[in-house]
């Protein structure tokens, strides 16, 4: 007998050739015969369990029940390997990946195959296709008891940063927006961004990456656009002379078209090597109560995504976060695919990160009670301070944590506020990169601790309407922080919904179908356009422009805001205090917008004394050197507007019918200014170069 250690992140590669006996039809037991699952709790460290090779001296044929030995031949190293690791392993919940198959020269290019795919699926998991294996069957057996992960704690609100764009308003008695931007403006040239971005449009009703549909149809920037012309902008207003790194995060099924994505635009005008990618692997998928791996035929193991959780190991594993303390960056920043208001309050997150010490920070918004959305929450542990942490908590397990402590009423609202006292998870966050390294380095090496979330068939429990797989959350980093730092300080910044959270993450179809229900928030990519528009209409009414009373349209099912529709660049007012200062109109010279217009306004130097728009205006200031003033412009035209198309008609691309229209643009006056001086347009609507 020979005995092999299943280690965290490797296998002994020492394996015996399985010989049966009359009474071992598997030849691998363990240790004390039985299958024994791995351990896999809060400490997220895995037993090492022993296993033996149980050989026959008077047998040299590998187990009939099993593969044979003809069989074994076929496959490389690797894939015989890690076929042996899963017999070793199996208690008979695994058969029906490796037995029956048929003798040599028949379907042997599909055995090789399927060894090879195992081989992948186990190289790639943090201890290899054994160790996921053992840890499904623990929270496989703790989901079918209905093991409640929170009875040990009390809930509370958490300390954080509750923020409006209410110039005059501090909510909290603590910071006003513009003290948290600028104080966010000292420390943004140390920073990194990561962009998770692993899923494709699907449950948009698109086929392709998320990140390359247009965010809006005025100036139709695609997510990844909007993100690096963002980050751009923040590495112009450093006073850092340094490139502000940028890792998207892909998968399997997003990798090649982001790339190309970046390639067929330049990297959107970031510098080479500024971007770096890393792709996630998928994991298997699990049939069964038992762990059984789902099969999608006889030779392919089904697979499904793991989670965003894995960013925090891969930053780790490409070398990332090394890189990154040697080029003195002091927070990264964390940012999701699909909601492009988030950029509006990273300066004020990162400015509260830095005046709290906040070695964790989420960007959250204002929850209802009931929400069906995460809720950044205190639990403190009944017998064990050190195992209290700040998390995100489901909105599901919230409200009974909530029934089993003080008046016991629940998830209700605040009757002051009229929302949850807990914020509402936008799983946006800001990492403090000391902290988040020396975590990183710990134990688990960022492997995020894991949950299932499997869908039974009936009350046993034990058999699922379909495949489920182990998932991970990034934003329940704070389970490894806790282990390696205690005493961490985790918060929170909470921003107003309208100006800081509008994902677009459902189809035309269903979002029609919320908002006949009631919904007023449908996660179409109509309602995140509209709430676009809306959150720029609101800065520049904020800074003194005259702009019509907000009215909403049907378009296509979906409740739209009427106009006008405007979209200000981050080089045109990074700040409230920038776009203050760049709208400087006065009572007698008012500045004013009616609701059929559309506006762009893009250009550092770029200010407005006077304008009267009736139509459709867009202003370019690209050259660093180059000042605009508009003083008295009236523009009269057109304008642009929206037309709706039959989203049902097969000839309509994906990208039109996800909205259900299109922005017929009939008529604009443009001025583009690429030469450094100083310019004017006036009321003649014409640039005039200044002496």
Request: charged share 25%; with cysteine; glycine share 8%.
């Amino acid at each position: 007998q020979y005995t092999m250690k299943l280690g965290i992140s490797f296998y002994t590669t020492l394996w015996a050739v399985c010989m049966c006996s009359s009474n071992n039809t598997h030849g691998f037991v363990l240790a004390n015969g039985k299958s024994k699952a791995s351990t896999f709790g809060a400490n997220n460290s895995i037993n090492n369990s022993e296993l033996k090779v149980s050989t026959s001296s008077s047998d040299t044929k590998v187990c009939s029940s099993t593969i044979s030995e003809g069989n074994l031949a076929l496959l490389s190293e690797r894939g015989r390997a890690v076929l042996e690791k899963l017999v070793a392993f199996d208690d008979a919940s695994q058969r029906h990946v490796y037995e029956d198959w048929p003798e040599v020269g028949i379907e042997d290019e599909e055995k090789i195959r399927l060894s090879e795919q195992l081989a992948d699926l186990d190289d790639s998991y943090p201890g290899g296709l054994v160790s996921y294996l053992s840890k499904a069957k623990t929270l496989l057996a703790e989901s079918a008891a209905g093991s409640n992960p929170f009875e040990d704690y009390t809930a509370s609100v958490p300390v954080g940063e509750s923020l409006t764009y209410d110039a005059n308003d501090d909510v909290d008695g603590g910071m006003t927006f513009a003290e948290a931007e600028r104080v966010g403006l000292t420390g943004i040239g140390d920073t990194a961004f990561v962009l998770v971005a692993g899923g494709l449009g699907e449950r948009l009703g698109y086929s392709g990456i998320k990140l390359s549909l247009e965010t809006n149809l005025v100036t139709n920037q695609c997510y990844l656009a909007v993100y690096v012309e963002y980050i751009l902008a923040l590495q112009k207003y450093s006073d850092k002379q340094r490139q502000i790194p940028l890792v998207i995060m892909t998968s399997g099924d997003t990798d090649p078209l982001t790339r190309k994505l970046l390639q067929d635009n330049d990297n959107f005008g970031m510098a080479p090597g500024q971007i770096q990618i890393v792709m996630q692997d998928k994991v298997p998928a699990l049939k069964n109560g038992s762990a059984g791996l789902s099969m999608k035929d006889k030779y392919e193991v089904e697979t499904k995504p793991h989670g965003h959780g894995d960013v925090h190991h891969l930053l780790l594993k490409h070398g990332h976060v090394d890189r990154w303390e040697a080029d003195g960056v002091k927070h990264v920043i964390f940012l999701q695919d699909t909601n492009a208001l988030v950029v509006n309050g990273i300066l004020a997150t990162l400015g509260v990160s830095i005046s709290r010490g906040f070695q964790m920070n989420s960007i959250c918004i204002p929850r209802l009670a009931g929400e069906a959305a995460g809720a950044i929450t205190k639990l403190e542990h009944k017998t064990d301070p050190s195992k209290s942490l700040v998390i995100n908590v489901e909105y599901n397990q919230l409200d009974p944590l909530l029934r089993t402590q003080g008046d016991k009423q629940g998830d209700v609202a605040d009757p002051i506020t009229g929302f949850s006292p807990y914020p509402g998870n936008a799983n946006n966050l800001v990492m403090e990169l000391s902290s988040y390294a020396k975590t990183l380095r710990g134990e688990d090496q960022g492997v995020v601790v894991e949950f299932v979330n499997p869908k039974y068939k009936d009350e046993t429990r034990t058999e699922f309407k379909k495949p489920t797989r182990l998932e991970c959350m990034m934003q329940d980093f704070p389970k490894l922080l806790q282990k390696e730092i205690p005493g961490n300080q985790v918060g929170f910044t909470e921003l107003e919904r309208w100006f800081s959270f509008s994902p677009a993450k459902n189809s035309l179809e269903s979002g029609v179908e919320s908002v006949q229900k009631g919904n007023t928030a449908p996660g179409t990519m109509s309602s995140a356009e509209s709430d676009m528009y809306v959150l720029n209409q609101r800065k520049l009414q904020q800074a003194g422009v005259i702009i019509s009373k907000e009215s909403k349209v049907m378009a296509a099912g979906i409740p739209v805001t009427a106009g006008p529709r405007i979209i200000l660049s981050p080089r045109f007012a990074m700040t409230q205090e920038k776009m203050n200062a760049k709208i400087i109109g006065s009572d007698e010279r008012d500045i004013s917008i009616t609701e059929r217009s559309s506006l762009i306004l893009d250009g550092e130097q770029l200010e407005i004394k006077s304008l009267t728009l009736d139509g459709a205006l867009v202003i370019r200031v690209s050259h660093p050197d180059a000042k605009v003033t508009v003083d008295g412009l009236s523009v009269s035209n057109q304008g642009w507007e929206i037309m709706e198309v039959d989203s049902s008609d097969v000839t309509v691309p994906e990208e039109v019918a996800i909205r259900g229209y299109i922005m017929a643009k009939n008529e604009a006056l443009e001025f583009v200014v690429d030469e450094p001086g100083e310019y004017v347009i006036g009321s003649d609507a014409v640039l005039k170069k200044l002496n």
